[in-house]
């Protein structure tokens, strides 16, 4: 086995393992995201902060010049 392939092997080896440790934390974070971005919605109008537009870009998987005030309101309404 050549070098290259060793190191390979180890990169591998420690993505998978910082992928298992980070990946629980992450989906922590991605709650606490979502709790705290609709909060920020809820009675507001368009346009919000860039960070609440791109948020509700994702959720919503449209660009944010195209989301309408009754998509916010719903999804709101929804959580």
Not at 26 to 40: G, I, S
Not at 42 to 63: E, F, N, T
Request: charge should be positive; avoid cysteine.
């Amino acid at each position: 086995m050549g070098a290259r392939r060793i190191r390979r092997d180890q990169i591998q080896h420690d993505q998978k393992k910082s992928r298992r440790e980070n990946g629980f934390l992450k989906t922590k974070e991605r709650a606490r995201r979502d709790a705290r971005m609709l909060k920020l919605i809820k009675g507001q109008k368009l346009p919000l902060l860039p960070a609440v537009m791109s948020w509700l870009s994702v959720k919503l998987d449209k660009p944010s010049r195209l989301i309408k005030q009754e998509e916010v309101d719903q999804l709101a309404q929804m959580a």
